[in-house]
């Protein structure tokens, strides 16, 4: 029943913003439309978990708050407060009372358990569709380390958000990116990773040369990112786990930047300049073998695969104005998919396949945006002075990127949204942050 | 005697070369501090040598030779201008044969991160393909493209804009001692 709701929810807000997945591929002139559809988001309790173990109470509280947040945040969800609880939760698997929890209109319930054994922690969590007097699906528990307490909250949410929404979720996820702090004209880089959310900074190379871009891996593990740390532009592979990292191979007198993996993650698509031109290239990570995609006298750069690996979309000022190309993984002939007034850039695929997310700069305002992945269906999602550099949660809805303020005091920040064009919020970092990149789902 | 002058001039020009390579305010316009230092400690001629009335400093080049052209937004041709001051930058490199350059390229903040790196690139190759035009060596000649990373000016308007969108020479040693 609630995911029948929230269905109903999402295809009404989807039909309302034109983001529906109907296969039918309009031509013609482009439409164009922000829209910030509205929908109910869909109400829920989730009354502190119970702490089995003595002394486990503080975590059985922080993890149920982190549910509640990971959910909420989703815009999708409106967490009741425990001050309209009429009902107070048992233990564990206890019956439920349905009525108290329909009278306060909940039609969802997660009750959990926190068990603390060392360093061991054990999370258990069951979720009701109160209106039909069920549990959705049954109890799950996940156990990990005390420390790794955040990604066990995560990971129940990620299990009610999928239930409810039949998609995968996105909360166990993390986002390499690059921290600014100083003045406009002086500022100081330096790659981080942080959780989804923003807990749990950890700062990857220091400030002492420029650093852009960070990208990750299919897997996770490790970050492919621009340095000037030679004193021009390279590439650099760096290990998450153990912040190791080393050049890419480059031609002396080039100038390398733009990289991102290939589904394979093996391959490295990215951009070499020389003698005024850039083009785009691949090379596999370990034989460090190049191989030329473009050969234009434009700038072509900003290169993403499809997730299939068979399609490289980028952008190229062939035309005389930056737009998108879709063209095939080992090069040769490509498709412009960009119509639009304006100019496009820094395409990225979708995980799914489904859509391409862009930045787009049309009469001094950019925007983050989406088509489908033949250009058809462009809906812009955000404006502002300065958004650009979208990247994918891992479910393919949500989008982050960074947001610039204008002026002499101007800062980065990174925002998210969803891909209706709803829900958009700032996602909390210690300084600036710029070049946001979302992780795959943790395994 | 002459010779001993001739050479420690030289020195502190290459001082002021490397200086200039890694001197954190390079990005700014012409640098009053380093050209305002320069002359302590050399002392003979009739200007003090390395200050911007010593035609052979980087305080001279960068303030009346000129060590940047601008460009029209996003164009990397060069203006009637920037062809009279790579004309200038030309002849003193010529006449200044130890002295290799880094050319800079850098854009507005009017651009993604990207496509700005690779405008930046066409802006510095397009002054260095002038100036080997007018003589001067390639292989004298580097080019790095910083895209909208270092602005000189903070405003975002076009004031501040114009003056972002450059091409810098930047001189480096280039003493074979």
């Known amino acids: 029943m609630i995911q029948r709701a929230l269905t109903l929810c999402l295809a009404m807000a989807m039909a309302a913003t034109g983001a529906g997945f109907a296969s039918a591929q309009s031509q013609g002139p482009l439409r164009i439309e922000i829209t910030e559809g509205v929908i109910e988001p869909l109400p829920f309790a989730v009354p502190q978990f119970e702490a089995e173990t003595a002394g486990s109470a503080e975590m059985a509280a922080q993890i149920s708050r982190v549910v509640a947040a990971d959910l909420s945040g989703t815009g999708l969800f409106r967490e009741l407060p425990a001050t309209a609880f009429i009902s107070t939760v048992g233990s564990f698997g206890a019956p439920v009372q349905y009525a108290d929890w329909k009278a306060i209109n909940a039609q969802a319930l997660i009750t959990g358990a926190v068990n603390v054994q060392g360093n061991t922690l054990n999370v258990k969590f069951r979720l009701y569709d109160v209106f039909a007097g069920s549990e959705l699906g049954s109890g799950l528990q996940f156990s990990g380390t005390v420390d790794g307490w955040r990604r066990m909250a995560h990971k129940v949410s990620d299990a009610v958000y999928s239930r409810i929404t039949g998609e995968g979720g996105y909360f166990d996820s993390r986002v390499v990116f690059v921290s600014e702090t100083g003045p406009k004209d002086a500022r100081q880089k330096r790659l981080a990773i942080m959780d989804y959310d923003g807990a749990g900074v950890q700062y990857l190379t220091d400030s002492r040369s420029i650093v852009l871009a960070p990208r990750f891996s299919p897997s996770g593990d490790r970050v492919l990112y621009t340095s000037y740390e030679s004193g021009f532009p390279r590439i650099y592979l760096l290990d998450v786990g153990s912040v190791q990292r080393r050049a890419l191979d480059s031609q002396d007198g080039t100038m390398s930047f733009a990289p991102r993996f290939a589904p394979n993650g093996q391959t490295v698509v990215y951009s070499i300049s020389q003698g005024g031109n850039t083009d785009i290239f691949a090379m596999d990570v370990n034989s460090q073998q190049a191989v030329r995609l473009t050969s234009a006298p434009s700038i072509e750069t900003a290169p993403s695969y499809s997730p299939d690996g068979t399609q490289i979309v980028f952008e190229s000022d062939r035309s005389g104005s930056q737009q998108l190309y879709v063209m095939p993984a080992s090069g040769g002939e490509a498709r412009r998919i960009s119509f639009g007034e304006g100019r496009y850039g820094t395409p990225v695929w979708s995980p799914r396949g489904d859509l391409i997310a862009f930045t787009k700069q049309n009469n001094g305002r950019f925007h983050i945006g989406v088509m489908r992945t033949d250009g058809s269906e462009e809906r812009l999602l955000t404006a502002s002075f300065l958004d650009e550099g979208p990247t994918w949660a891992p479910n393919g809805r949500v989008i982050m990127f960074t947001r610039e303020t204008q002026g002499a005091g101007g800062q980065s920040a990174l925002y998210s949204v969803d891909i209706s064009g709803r829900n958009l919020r700032p996602v909390p970092t210690p300084d600036g942050a710029s070049d946001p990149s979302w992780s795959p789902l943790q395994k | ?177």
Not at chain 2, 3 to 15: D, E, I, K, N, Y
Not at chain 2, 150 to 159: D, F, L
Not at chain 2, 163 to 172: E, G, I, S
Request: a neutral charge; glycine letters at 10%.
């Open chain 2, 1 to 177: 005697m002459t010779m001993t002058v001739t050479r420690s001039v030289l020195f502190l020009v290459a001082g002021l070369a490397l200086a200039a390579c890694t001197n954190p305010n390079r990005f700014g316009p012409g640098d009053d501090a380093l050209a305002g230092t320069a002359g302590a400690g050399a002392g003979a001629g009739a200007f003090a040598p390395g200050s911007a009335s010593d035609p052979r400093s980087v305080a001279y080049f960068q303030q009346a030779v000129g060590d940047r052209v601008l460009f029209p937004v996003d164009q990397s041709n060069l203006t009637p201008e920037g062809r009279a001051t790579l004309d200038n930058q030309a002849a003193w490199l010529m006449q200044n044969a130890d002295f290799t350059a880094i050319i800079e390229g850098h854009a507005d903040e009017q651009g993604t991160r990207e496509y700005n790196i690779a405008l930046g690139e066409r802006r510095a190759n397009s002054a260095r393909e002038y100036l080997v035009s007018k003589g001067v060596s390639g292989a004298r000649l580097r080019t790095i493209s910083y895209g909208k990373e270092r602005p000189i000016e903070v405003c975002s308007v076009e004031a501040c804009y114009a003056k972002n969108r450059r091409a810098v020479t930047v001189l480096a040693g280039g003493l074979s001692s």
